[in-house]
């Protein structure tokens, strides 16, 4: 499996432009629930504004001559995410990984991080290991072999292979986020129905 895992990384790392962006985006749409879902639970956060953010980001790959203040979202980005020391349950963990994958995704679309789909590809699968861990669903042992890991990695590979072929942003973007979307969970296996 850690071959495997290698291989999903070195594929991210080759994607370049809008594949890049798409990749990225589509992963956040998975990460994003546990977000929502944190700021529910504790009645903070700005759900709402990480949504905006995102959509901004589908709506730039869909229609390449739209554009918004990137350093703006940056700073609401910022100023939602949520801080370990002022939440004491699990939640705020998948929540401050979904806010800086976004972060990461900004800094993406505005060309400071070449690298941010990478970064983001581990942070969500980092999300399910820790998730798994903190849970005891799995051990330092058994965690790439658990069934949501070995999910997390394929959805990955199925959007790689899919993002790898496409020709253009905007039918890239509405693949990408339907194949995001598909299996009716984030990526730590909340139900998104």
Same mark, same amino acid.
């Given at each position: 499996m850690a071959k495997q895992k290698l291989n999903t990384f070195g594929r991210v790392r080759a994607l370049e432009g809008f594949k890049a962006i798409a990749f990225a985006a589509a992963l956040l749409e998975r990460m994003l629930p546990n977000y929502a879902l944190f700021c529910e639970v504790t009645d903070s956060g700005d759900a /709402? /504004? $990480?949504r905006n953010c995102l959509n901004l980001v589908w709506e730039t790959l869909k229609s390449p001559k739209s554009k918004f203040n990137i350093a703006v979202q940056l700073e609401k980005?910022?100023?939602a995410t949520p801080d370990t020391e002022e939440f004491d349950n699990y939640g705020v963990y998948p929540a401050i990984d /979904? /806010?800086?994958g976004l972060a990461s995704l900004l800094n993406l679309v505005a060309g400071d991080d070449p690298q941010g789909a990478v970064v983001i590809s581990k942070l969500s699968q980092g999300s399910v290991e820790a998730y798994l861990l903190a849970t005891g669903e799995a051990d330092d042992d058994s965690v790439k072999e658990h069934p949501l890991m070995a999910f997390e990695v394929e959805v990955q590979n199925e959007m790689l292979d899919y993002i790898e072929q496409a020709k253009s942003s905007a039918k890239a973007a509405d693949e990408m986020r339907a194949l995001a979307l598909e299996a009716g969970m984030?990526?730590?296996? $909340?139900?998104?129905?």
């Open positions: /709402a /504004a $990480l980005v910022e100023l /979904a /806010a800086i984030s990526n730590i296996g $909340l139900d998104l129905s």
